[in-house]
Nanobody, 123 residues
């Protein structure tokens, strides 16, 4: 069974940075496109970024373009989300997810999910 474990969340001031990690076990990591999603209090979970199986293709939601960078290390079975210039509106639980088909904005296409890590940005 594929398992995903996020880490790296925490409390940071506006303008600061955090790096989230998603460690994957129980499957062939390079067989999955990966994605980051987030859910703010009282809101629906939303797409943040996705990366192809090779790592060569990435997509971002408009609100994080230029501030967040998604990457992966297939040798370490780990995906990352470097978050710079954090804003209070980035406060959310961040989830990583695995998609055997390819990059996608749609949550329904991701088969496996982590438990989430809290990111809180203070103003």
């Amino acid at each position: 069974q594929v398992q995903l474990v996020e880490s790296g969340g925490g409390l940071v001031q506006a303008g600061g940075s955090l790096r989230l990690s998603c460690a994957v076990s129980g499957g062939t990591f390079r067989s999955y496109a990966m994605g980051w999603f987030r859910q703010a209090p009282g809101k629906e979970r939303e797409f943040v970024a996705t990366i192809s199986k090779s790592g060569f293709t990435t997509y971002y939601t408009d609100s994080v373009k230029g501030r967040f960078t998604i990457s992966r290390d297939n040798a370490k079975n780990t995906m990352y989300l470097q978050m710079n210039g954090l804003k209070p509106e980035d406060t959310a639980v961040y989830y990583c997810a695995a998609n055997p088909k390819g990059t996608s904005y749609y949550q329904r296409e991701y088969n496996y999910w982590g438990q989430g890590t809290q990111v809180t940005v203070s103003s």
